[in-house]
């Protein structure tokens, strides 16, 4: 069965257009339903982390070593709801930024189809997140009111470059740990299915985030390509900082104060973060966006 997208050619196609139409054909074929592919229905088995173990902000570290299986579980479950809450807060970000840079294009142009395919898929991983954050039984985590604001002010003024890398950033580091999550079988069953499907569908976002940063940064001058680099360093950190909320540790029943101190302290989790951001920093390299004050932002967030 042929479920390519096709429309009449009137135009000699770019390279964004080819881009765009393998993309779309590369959607008709491998998506998902979040509400029919996920097991919304069994009760959530709480012999089951939420997350892999290793990934833990206290995995490694003398707190975690007292705790009894059944805490360091739990531990992960809310640890867990809480990077699918900062995901919803990013999303939405994602989606304003991307509406706002095609509006008023041509509709018809494969590249703004895409967008929107991009737009209709973290709709539904929001809903998929959120449904998964429920039946782990974690209330709504929310970032701290600075990065709510912090996001509140970028989604407005970031345009080009700052707008796909950063999309980029905060989709690369959740992608690595998903993919942990998705294979391994300690995980509870059901957020298995949701990072496996959130991974399938973010590798095409990623693919148009990295072509975009490129394209963008062609015709960006020196000035303007260092103050991107500091605003998507400084996006980075807000992000990746935000994706594990304090209050995951009394909800798990542990000492928040403690939990917190040990947290900030862990070399474990920091090499995790850094071995996750290792292609990203990689990436931003390559396109002259690493600069040494962007450098600064990444070293204090442990991406590098």
Same mark, same amino acid.
């Given at each position: 069965m042929d479920v390519s997208i096709s429309r009449p050619e009137t135009t000699s196609p770019t390279p964004e257009d080819d881009v765009a139409r393998?993309?779309? &054909?590369?959607? $008709?074929?491998?998506?998902?339903?979040? *509400? +029919? !592919?996920?097991?919304? @229905?069994?009760?959530?088995?709480?012999? =089951?982390?939420?997350?892999?173990?290793?990934?833990?902000?206290?995995?490694?570290?003398?707190?975690?070593?007292?705790?009894?299986?059944?805490?360091?579980?739990?531990?992960?479950?809310?640890?867990?709801?809480?990077?699918?809450?900062?995901?919803?807060?990013?999303?939405?970000?994602?989606?304003?930024?991307?509406?706002?840079?095609?509006?008023?294009? &041509?509709?018809? $142009?494969?590249?703004?189809?895409?967008? *929107? +395919? !991009?737009?209709?898929? @973290?709709?539904?991983?929001?809903?998929? =997140?959120?449904?998964?954050?429920?039946?782990?039984?974690?209330?709504?985590?929310?970032?701290?009111?600075?990065?709510?604001?912090?996001?509140?002010?970028?989604?407005?003024?970031?345009?080009?470059?700052?707008?796909?890398?950063?999309?980029?950033?905060?989709e690369e580091v959740l992608d690595v740990m998903q993919r942990d999550w998705m294979r391994d079988e300690r995980v509870v069953p059901f957020v298995r299915t949701i990072n496996n499907i959130h991974v399938v569908e973010e590798s095409r976002h990623m693919k148009f985030a990295r072509d975009e940063t490129r394209k963008r940064l062609a015709r960006a001058g020196r000035v303007r390509r260092h103050i991107h680099s500091v605003l998507i360093a400084v996006a980075a950190y807000v992000i990746t900082t935000s994706m594990v909320n304090r209050k995951v540790y009394a909800n798990a029943g542990l000492e928040e104060k403690r939990a917190v101190r040990e947290a900030k302290a862990n070399e474990h989790h920091k090499s995790m973060m850094r071995s996750s951001c290792s292609g990203l920093m990689e990436f931003l390299a390559s396109v002259g966006l690493l600069t040494k004050p962007a450098l600064i932002f990444y070293k204090r967030a442990d991406l590098i």
């Open positions: 393998r993309l779309l &054909d590369s959607s $008709a074929q491998l998506s998902y339903d979040p *509400l +029919t !592919e996920v097991d919304w @229905e069994t009760p959530l088995d709480k012999d =089951f982390h939420g997350a892999s173990p290793e990934w833990s902000t206290l995995y490694g570290t003398a707190y975690w070593n007292e705790l009894t299986d059944a805490q360091r579980k739990e531990l992960t479950r809310q640890e867990a709801a809480s990077v699918a809450s900062t995901g919803i807060w990013f999303e939405m970000i994602l989606q304003q930024m991307v509406l706002r840079d095609i509006y008023a294009k &041509d509709p018809t $142009a494969d590249t703004f189809q895409w967008a *929107l +395919t !991009e737009i209709a898929d @973290e709709c539904r991983h929001s809903i998929m =997140f959120a449904r998964g954050a429920k039946k782990l039984q974690a209330p709504a985590y929310r970032p701290h009111r600075i990065a709510v604001e912090l996001g509140r002010f970028f989604k407005t003024v970031a345009f080009g470059e700052a707008a796909y890398a950063a999309i980029l950033v905060a």
